[in-house]
């Protein structure tokens, strides 16, 4: 198994990509700590992974935006763990379409906090470990967004630019200790969120999906949760021991 006796922490493993990814981790062997703002939606990951009867799981609540919080999640979870070998950072918010002119400065904040300043503060708390041990693996869940920018979401590319930006940053910083930094610039994926980056009612949302995101795949077919755990998987693993700094885009072509 790949990831036999590692410890992960994934954030935003209550739905979508990061639930998949918890999922994937703990069929490979780790323990996985399930962290998410929506505890139920997290309860129910667990409660799925003790179903496939592999690895082990525990919720934590946390609003990744928040240091408190944040350095409590890493804390409980490397006093109770002894280690922590991996952490993905996948919670992230949408924005649905926003002239300039409308975007409020809370709602720039709060976009900022969530998918961008989480990536600083998982680092903060997690790197003194990591260190201590020699090794670990960060994992950033970006968007391909953070390359190919769409009209409106102008608060949402801006902070999936900068986790790119941190990634490599981070991955020069810390390479001397053995830890490897890397991010995933997903495409337009079949999860809760995509419906939410378009400003339209319920009826519109399925058609304006298929028009807006579905036609910008040169492949065809949206994202889905399990393509991307597996290009986790893979950027979590030995596998990948040679590579930081990468920013892997699993997006059906539409970075092209
Ligand atoms: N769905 C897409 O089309 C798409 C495309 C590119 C990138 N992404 C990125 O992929 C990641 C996962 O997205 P998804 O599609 O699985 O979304 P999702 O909405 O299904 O899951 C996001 C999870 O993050 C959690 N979360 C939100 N705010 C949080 C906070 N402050 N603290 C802790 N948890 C919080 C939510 O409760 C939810 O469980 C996000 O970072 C997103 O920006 C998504």
């Known amino acids: 198994m790949l990831l036999q006796d590692k410890v ?10 990061g639930r998949a990814m918890a999922l994937s981790f703990s069929r490979e062997g780790a323990t996985v700590a399930v ?27 946390v609003d990744v935006s928040y240091a408190k919080s944040v350095q409590e999640l890493i804390n409980d979870v490397g006093e109770r763990e002894g280690k ?6 996948c919670a992230g918010l949408p924005q649905a379409f926003t002239p300039i002119e409308e975007l409020e400065e809370d709602d720039w904040d ?20 990591m260190k201590k041990q020699n090794q670990g693996v960060i994992l950033n869940i970006s968007s391909i967004a953070s390359e190919r920018a769409r009209p409106g979401l102008n608060a949402y590319c801006a902070s999936k630019g900068a986790v790119v930006v941190l990634t490599k940053s981070l991955a020069l910083e810390l390479a001397p200790f053995g830890i490897r930094v890397n991010a995933i610039n997903p495409g337009p994926a079949n999860t809760e969120m ?12 399925e058609q304006l999906k298929q028009d807006v995101f579905l036609s910008s795949i040169p492949l065809g077919k949206l994202i889905e949760p399990e393509d991307i755990a597996e290009a986790a998987l893979y950027l979590c693993s030995p596998h990948s021991q040679k590579i930081t700094g990468t920013i892997l885009n699993v997006d059906g ?4």
């Open 8 to 17: 992960a922490i994934i954030t935003g493993a209550g739905s979508g990509m």
């Open 35 to 61: 962290a998410d703002i929506n505890v139920n939606a997290a309860i129910e990951t667990v409660l799925l992974i003790q179903e496939q009867n592999t690895g082990k799981a525990f919720v934590h609540g």
């Open 84 to 89: 922590i070998d991996i952490v993905v950072n």
């Open 110 to 129: 709060r976009l900022m906090n969530v998918n961008a300043k989480s990536i600083f503060l998982t680092a903060k708390y997690a790197v003194p470990y």
């Open 194 to 205: 995509l419906g939410k980056f378009i400003s339209a009612n319920e009826g519109e949302r």
């Open 253 to 256: 072509g539409r970075g092209i």
